[in-house]
């Protein structure tokens, strides 16, 4: 599916109006020691940063980034040379100067900066410098810790650092009561990790449910996340924190995303610019998914967002491509009855799918002259000698119509055993109700015609069928 070109850009910069709240913005920007310098502003989108606007400072290290428009809401950063750089913050404030001073450490920009005309940077400000501070002492503490051997001093070490740790918890808490609707209090709660509770135990103190915390975990990941603050999108923790989700907590299985998908789609669907950005990250994801199978959640969300309307900032040309997609896969999916085909074997009898009694029902459409198929058909060869006598049989269908040349080649690579067959009149559709676009292409059957594999290389099928038949 990886034709089908996704416009994600397309919906990038159409947001970039959001909040408009003044008519113009102007940053302010004085960093000393950086005289006659290009400088860049930048934003987070997502997991990308573009670049915004750019300067070149006076031989004083002054200038001002300005537009006619608004930004919108979030995290920025000015890059200076040497590929550094420091944040700031915009909001409703977009008139407000910076300063700093540069001496080539990238760490210095932070410590040095300060804000004036914008009540949100100076508070991130405030954070950013405390962290800094914070982060500095830890550091010095760990390798003390490291090299320390006496244990009562080993003791004062690590009360230490857990006193920092609390100072770090209490300052979130001060935001987040003090300022809750400030962006770094948006962030610090996005981030806010989830308390675990200890398993339950019966009265003998056995756990008796070993995934409780894992299950509880998942349950509340998203506990903190504002959903309805799109400045979130604007800044690198909203995208990193849904990947996470689906990467690391959930079964990578069709069903399985379909289902967490729409929970997660659920919670956006109040704001547009969230669901836009949630919707299109998780369309693209499980698109271009090597997992087989994903192409029913490809479907789930073409059929249920984009086709039926949901996503009116679609583009026609791009869902006319989704809508033929669509209806070219969805007849295969992977649990659906394989559509039934009936074809004429090499000596001119009748092969119907559906009246093949096996196990499992392989079936394999090649042509003689294709590289790959010529390196496939051994390997099938064998694995089919290796599982005919548990119930596999296999469809070996000929995807050409030069009889000559087919007959050829079911001599040369001794294929007789096998149920050859193909389509000379056109009349079977093969091709659009099992998507052969190219040989060689592999699905495997039950014995109720049930699709369990679609598309596959023979290593796969084995495994498989070891899978099914070790059951």
Not at 44 to 56: N, R, S
Not at 92 to 114: I, P
Not at 298 to 323: C, P, R
Request: net charge negative; glycine share 4%; hydrophobic share 35%.
């Amino acid at each position: 599916m990886k034709h089908i070109q996704f416009l994600v850009l397309l919906f990038l910069f159409s947001g970039m109006s959001l909040f408009s709240y003044a008519q113009h913005y102007k940053i302010a920007v004085d960093i000393e020691n950086l005289g006659d310098s290009t400088v860049y502003l930048g934003y987070y989108y997502g997991d990308k940063q573009f670049a915004k606007d750019t300067i070149t400072l006076d031989k004083n290290g002054k200038g001002a980034f300005t537009g006619n428009d608004t930004l919108s809401r979030g995290v920025y950063f000015v890059l200076v040379p040497g590929n550094m750089f420091f944040e700031i913050v915009i909001d409703e404030d977009q008139d407000f100067s910076v300063s700093s001073k540069y001496n080539g450490n990238a760490g210095d920009l932070t410590k040095h900066l300060k804000s004036k005309g914008s009540s949100e940077m100076d508070l991130y400000l405030d954070y950013q410098q405390f962290m800094s501070k914070q982060s500095n002492l830890a550091i010095s503490l760990r390798d003390r810790l490291k090299s320390e051997k006496d244990e009562v001093k080993k003791k004062v070490l690590t009360d230490s650092l857990n006193i920092l740790h609390e100072q770090v918890k209490a300052k979130w808490t001060t935001i987040e009561s003090k300022h809750p609707s400030s962006i770094i209090a948006s962030i610090l709660l996005c981030n806010k990790e989830i308390e675990i509770p200890e398993p339950p135990k019966d009265d003998n103190g056995v756990i008796i449910d070993s995934m409780f915390q894992y299950k509880y975990y998942k349950a509340h990941y998203f506990d903190y996340v504002n959903f309805t603050d799109q400045r979130l999108l604007f800044t690198q923790f909203y995208h990193p924190k849904i990947e996470r989700y689906f990467e690391k907590l959930i079964i990578p299985a069709p069903d399985t995303v379909i289902k967490e998908s729409k929970m997660i789609l659920d919670k956006v669907k109040d704001n547009e610019e969230m669901f836009k950005y949630t919707l299109q990250f998780l369309f693209n994801k499980y698109n271009n998914s090597n997992i087989m199978g994903m192409d029913k959640a490809f479907v789930f969300f073409a059929e249920n967002y984009y086709l039926n309307g949901v996503a009116h900032w679609a583009d026609s040309t791009w869902l006319k491509k989704v809508e033929d997609r669509v209806r070219e896969i969805k007849p295969n999916l992977i649990g659906n009855k394989a559509p039934e085909i009936k074809l004429l074997a090499f000596d001119d009898s009748f092969v119907s799918l559906h009246l093949v009694q096996a196990e499992y029902t392989v079936l394999f459409f090649y042509e003689p002259t294709c590289g790959h198929c010529k390196k496939t058909t051994p390997k099938m060869k064998a694995l089919y000698e290796k599982y005919w006598e548990k119930g596999v049989e296999v469809i070996a269908i000929y995807t050409q119509v030069d009889k000559e040349e087919w007959s050829k080649f079911i001599k040369d690579q001794k294929l007789e055993e096998w149920i050859n067959a193909w389509d000379p009149y056109h009349q079977s559709n093969f091709r659009y109700y099992y998507d052969v676009r190219s040989t060689p292409s592999i699905y495997l059957l039950d014995k109720d015609k049930n699709i369990i594999g679609k598309r596959i290389d023979v290593e796969t099928l084995e495994k498989i069928l070891e899978d099914k038949l070790g059951k």
